[in-house]
């Protein structure tokens, strides 16, 4: 089992940024993938930006060049920098870890307002 735990989300206004962490914990195989999903109230989840044991990343077309996504492998730690927010941005974020199975944080709400 692995264990995802979130932090960093909250309010941030239109243009801001907000930087998310995930700490994994557990019986952690390497390689594997780590990133980030996002989930808008009333929309199905979205994959944002992931990450993977190259450090090769990936990001979704409505993120791109505003969010950041980087990893810490001696702390098993994934980070998203989100700059530029939108209200679009606002969602649920969640952790994602995938290795012999995916794991799901249990999602932090980031709300985009003024």
């Known amino acids: 089992q692995v264990q995802l735990v979130e932090s960093g989300g909250g309010v941030v206004q239109p243009g801001g940024s907000l930087r998310l962490s995930c700490k994994a914990s557990g019986r952690i195989a390497v390689p594997y993938l780590m990133g980030w999903y996002r989930q808008p109230l009333g929309k199905p989840r979205e994959m944002v930006a992931e990450?993977?044991?190259?450090?090769?990343?990936q990001y979704s077309r409505s993120v791109r060049g505003r969010f950041t996504i980087s990893r810490d492998d001696d702390r098993d730690t994934v980070y998203l920098h989100m700059s530029a927010v939108k209200p679009e941005d606002t969602a649920v974020y969640y952790c994602?870890?995938?290795?012999?199975?995916?794991?799901w944080g249990q999602g932090i709400q980031v709300t985009v307002s003024s």
């Open positions: 990450m993977n044991s190259a450090h090769n990343a």
């Open positions: 994602h870890h995938r290795a012999l199975a995916d794991y």
